[in-house]
């Protein structure tokens, strides 16, 4: 199983990924898939998201392969800017990658449960 700070329902993804503006990657080694990457194209940008690897294999340039290649193919058809949003642990790849930070913001999470 793939980890990632989001999960998402397997029918949530299926539906996201019928539709035009989005494409799921998946790669995979030696017929297991190791990382994988949703990418959703707008009018004014590309967005990256979902972005995870599998724990064990973490460490080894997976997932900045795959994102070093959406960013070559989009480089061949658009001037859009690339955006995404990342985890600390994922921030050094994507500097080295040549993203560069434009903002910080802080996750709320709600915890009262009874409304």
Known sequence: ELVSPLRMEESLLKSLTALPEFDAY???????????????E???????????TEKSAQKQGFARQL???????HAQRSKKPVILHAT???EPMYLKLGFL???KFF?????KSNI
Do not use: W
């Open 67 to 73: 994102v070093h290649h959406i960013l070559r193919q």
């Open 26 to 40: 998946l790669m995979q080694k030696d017929g297991i898939g190791v990382s994988t990457i949703l990418v959703f």
């Open 101 to 103: 930070p434009i903002n």
């Open 88 to 90: 600390q642990s994922g």
């Open 107 to 111: 996750l709320y999470r709600y915890l």
């Open 42 to 52: 707008s009018t004014e940008s590309t967005g990256l998201y979902l972005i995870a």
